[in-house]
């Protein structure tokens, strides 16, 4: 006699709720992502949301200067028309940036908000 064996299926299932950055000083992060960056607030209590072409884009704030390391290689990815012109506006602004880097669909620039997380600008081609 053969055994049977019984599986059960679970099935976990996935939603996008954000992308998040962790900040020391929300005010201070409030004001550069929605000052500088001109990004819309859409809601703050203890986090502050913003909507990205209706992506969700919190900063969340701690005091927990490991989290503020960022130890992964997600980064906050703006796509724009014109990156020179993009930078030009951002170092008016007193915002240091890199240098443009071609690759090869595109070109690619970065600047950090006030706590040092880093923040990319994208072309396409």
Not at 57 to 76: H, M, S, Y
Request: overall charge negative; charged content about 25%; hydrophobic content about 40%.
């Amino acid at each position: 006699m053969v055994p049977v064996i019984e599986t059960v299926e679970i099935i976990m299932k996935f939603h996008f709720d954000c992308v998040f950055y962790y900040v020391t000083d929300l005010k201070r992060a409030v004001t550069f992502y929605s000052d500088i960056l001109s990004l819309k607030l859409t809601s703050q209590d203890v986090v502050a949301r913003f909507d990205i072409d209706g992506v969700l884009f919190e900063l969340v704030p701690t005091a927990d200067k490991i989290k503020l390391q960022g130890g992964g290689n997600a980064r906050l990815c703006l796509k724009v028309d014109n990156i020179h012109q993009a930078l030009d506006e951002l170092q008016k602004k007193g915002i240091h940036t890199s240098q443009v880097q071609d690759v090869d669909n595109g070109m690619l620039a970065s600047f950090k908000d006030p706590d040092g997380n880093e923040i990319y600008l994208w072309q396409y081609r």
